[in-house]
């Protein structure tokens, strides 16, 4: 207020009312003006990434601690037959059926343990929105997860039965004679641990997926795993004499299941639930693919829009 009573009046030129409230400056960021590898890289990226925190890779050694004990508890044990045979030529190998079905309890613990560590981590940090605001779609992100978790189980269930596939052959008498005459045995193993792998991994990120906590997938999967595996076997010695209807327990008992499947490929199965069922390869693999595909589609529902937290 002026010596006269008079408020002086202030004047904003027009310039000044134009004036943005806030401004943004550039302090040296770096622009991106690379290739841009769109959808498709971004779908591999998921995979490498996710496939590394699995297996605790860029975190604390305790992570590592029980994925280099599975690896170990299946590969070691093969090195030693090998070497053993190697010396002893009269020692007798594992039939393949009999090799995978006694690996089948650790791989299935790998991947109780690695599926909810691929998946669950995801919803509980809250990254989800972050995935799909890029180019990556949600069924590539369904996809990248179950190509990840089929990939880290088949280097539990493929990888041992070639290696005994090759322990075989370089044991025999003679080595490039043994290798023409059973190669044929060796697609036969690879297929059996790519199913393995796809049933296991698929099934076990669909129980994942109904939860955010990493201890809650675990001990649904390991705990579901024991007891329909343990109500699927006293069912079938139970019933299976007087009902024909109790064989479709195998659905349920997948080591069973497996052992089937590895019967009717290698026909070297000695279990008298296997030799009661009359089910066709066409029937194990149908309802294998049918886990498979509804497993994937479960997954996608999962991963609608409503449900990015």
Known sequence: MSSDGVTPQV????AAAARPYGEV?????????????????????????????????????TAKVLPILLYVSVIIPLIAMIAISAIVPEFTFASYSGYLSAIFL??????????????????????????????????????????AMTLLTMTMSVVPAVLLWLGRQLTAEHVGRAMRDNIGDLWRVIFVGVMIALVLSTTALAVSSLTNRKGVAITIIVIGFIVLTAVAQTAMSL??????????????????????????????????I??????????????????????????RWRYAPRDDG
């Open 274 to 299: 296997i030799n009661r069922h009359d089910f066709s390869l066409g029937q194990y693999l149908a309802y294998m693919f049918g886990l498979i595909v509804v497993s994937i589609l479960f997954l």
């Open 106 to 147: 650790t791989v299935g613990i790998f991947v109780a343990t690695t599926a909810p560590e691929m998946i669950c981590v995801d919803r509980h940090e809250r990254t989800l929105p972050l995935y799909f605001s890029r180019a990556i779609a949600r069924f590539d992100y369904v996809i990248a997860k179950v190509v």
């Open 11 to 14: 004047t904003t030129t027009p």
């Open 239 to 272: 019933l299976l004499d007087e009902y024909d209807w109790a064989k479709y327990f195998l659905a349920i008992d997948f080591s069973t299941l497996f052992a089937g499947l590895s019967d009717h490929m290698f026909h070297d199965v000695d279990d008298w």
């Open 25 to 61: 400056f550039d302090r040296g960021y770096r622009h991106y003006d690379g290739p841009r590898k769109g959808r498709g890289q971004a779908v591999r990226s998921l995979i490498i990434y996710s496939m590394k925190r699995a297996m605790g890779i860029r975190k604390s050694w």
